[in-house]
Structures are given as structure tokens and as C-alpha cells.
């Protein structure tokens, strides 16, 4: 189904983005332990001060840092990022009818692209992960850290966000420029953010913040063993829509000149 030369010249193609990017991510997941510890420290030093809050615990601390914004724009970069330029890059390059006339089906090449997505999700995952055990390493709050629970909130944030870059694959194929396929896929990933942020503060927004993908998605849950396994099923269902919809649409266009 996929297509071992092409997969590699993708990922020769993004080695840098994902080294730097990568390496970015555990250390900015390190950090998150770090604070915890620095903050109990403090309250210890000052009992008379309420509790953190979100940083009340291990588990709700590394759960802020994997739905920080600027987590989600590193998650972004390297899941949705990959394949929202994958084909209509190739085509506003004009490199994408070379690509075609090699023995090479669309649905192969639009798989290939598609699988590099899904392990730069699970990539990112995991390094967040190795950042936030290196963190409580650091920090001296290994203790506190539930290790068990760690391979399912590693299997989440990959399905997660390889259901984003999904989402990018699909709408880099039903485009001839990187411009609206980037637009609508960051809009589609923000909109989500920003019902659930609204939400969680202001009560007109809190019915509707259900609606929100960002909703299903609680990492302080998953490392407390609480989570309800249907939002692996609303990930799973969503990202086969936008796979179909990648699958129906891109085989079937007509590649005009690029504009």
C-alpha cells in the first residue's frame, strides 16, 4: 500500500524539521516536572498558601504541558505539518506530475504521505513522554509518576494527532496550492482549541464544549487511569472520514495548471 522509495525521500525531506523539532519537544517536556517540583517546594516553604491548582499535581502538571499552545503548535508541526504541504506542495512545485508518471498509484502516494504523518504523531508522543520522564529524573519525582499509564497516553497523543494529519493529507488533496490547505486544516485544529478554552471559562460556551476534539483528549485522566476509551473512538472515527474523503477525492481530480 505504501511505497518504501517515496517514504524515505519524505523523510529525508523533513530530517531537519523533525531533529529540531523533536529535540525541542523533550526539552520543553522536561520543563513540566521541573515546575511541579519547584512549586511544592515553595508551598512547603509557605503553608499558608492555597494549593497549585493545576499544578496541584505530577499528573495534572505534565497534562497542562501536553495541551500547552505551544505544545500544540510543536504537535502540529510535526503531525499535521507533514502532510498539509505533502501533495499540494509537490504540485505548486510542479514536481507532483513527475511524481505521477513514475509506476506509482495516487492512493499509494497518497498513503505514503499519509503514514509519514501518523509517525510524526507517534514521534512527537514519545518524545514528549522521554522529555517528561527525564523531567521527573530531574526533578527527583519519579515516585510520583504513574509509568504504567504512560504507553496509553503515548497511544493517544499519536491517534490524536495522526487524526490531524489525516485531516492535513485530506485537504492537501483536494488542493493545488499549500495556502488554503494549510488554512483550513490550522482553522480546524484552532477552532477546536478555542471552543474548549472558552468553554472551560464562560458558561454560555460550556454546553457546547463537547463539540470540541480538545475535550476528549485529557491526559491528567489518562495517567490517572480514568479516561473513557470512546474518545479513542471518536479520534478513530473522525481521521477515517478525513482519510476517506483523501481517498475519494484525490484519485478523482483533475490536476489543472497550477495558479
Do not use: C, K
Not at 499549500?178 to 490550522?186: E, F, G, Q, R
Amino acid at each position: 500500500m505504501i511505497n518504501a522509495t517515496l517514504f524515505l525521500r519524505l523523510l529525508r525531506g523533513h530530517r531537519i524539521r523533525l531533529a529540531v523539532g523533536l529535540s525541542v519537544v523533550v526539552i520543553w517536556s522536561l520543563l513540566f516536572p521541573v515546575i511541579y517540583q519547584a512549586i511544592q517546594e515553595s508551598l512547603a516553604e509557605n503553608p499558608g498558601r492555597p494549593p497549585g491548582g493545576n499544578f496541584s499535581s505530577l499528573a495534572r502538571t505534565i497534562s497542562v504541558g501536553f495541551i500547552h499552545p505551544i505544545s500544540i503548535a510543536l504537535f502540529g508541526i510535526l503531525s499535521a505539518g507533514l502532510t498539509v504541504g505533502a501533495i499540494s506542495g509537490e504540485r505548486q512545485r510542479g514536481t507532483l506530475e513527475l511524481l505521477l508518471s513514475r509506476p506509482l498509484s495516487r492512493r499509494t502516494i497518497l498513503a505514503t504521505m499519509m503514514i509519514e504523518g501518523w509517525i510524526g504523531a507517534a514521534l512527537v508522543s514519545l518524545a514528549y513522554i522521554g522529555g517528561t520522564i527525564l523531567g521527573a529524573q530531574i526533578a527527583g519525582v519519579t515516585d510520583q509518576l504513574a509509568f504504567e499509564q504512560l504507553p496509553i497516553l503515548w497511544a493517544f497523543g499519536a491517534l490524536f494527532w495522526g487524526m490531524f494529519a489525516t485531516i492535513g493529507i485530506a485537504t492537501s488533496g483536494s488542493f493545488d496550492r499549500t495556502a488554503p490547505a494549510m488554512a483550513i486544516t490550522v482553522s480546524f485544529i484552532m477552532f477546536n482549541y478555542i471552543i474548549e478554552v472558552i468553554g472551560s471559562f464562560w458558561d454560555v460556551v460550556e454546553p457546547y464544549q463537547y463539540l470540541s476534539l480538545f475535550n476528549h483528549f485529557s491526559p491528567v485522566d489518562l495517567l490517572n487511569g480514568t479516561v473513557d476509551s470512546s474518545s479513542a473512538l471518536i479520534f478513530g472515527v473522525v481521521a477515517l472520514i478525513a482519510a476517506g474523503w483523501a481517498f475519494y477525492i484525490f484519485p478523482r481530480r483533475d490536476l489543472a495548471a497550477p495558479n
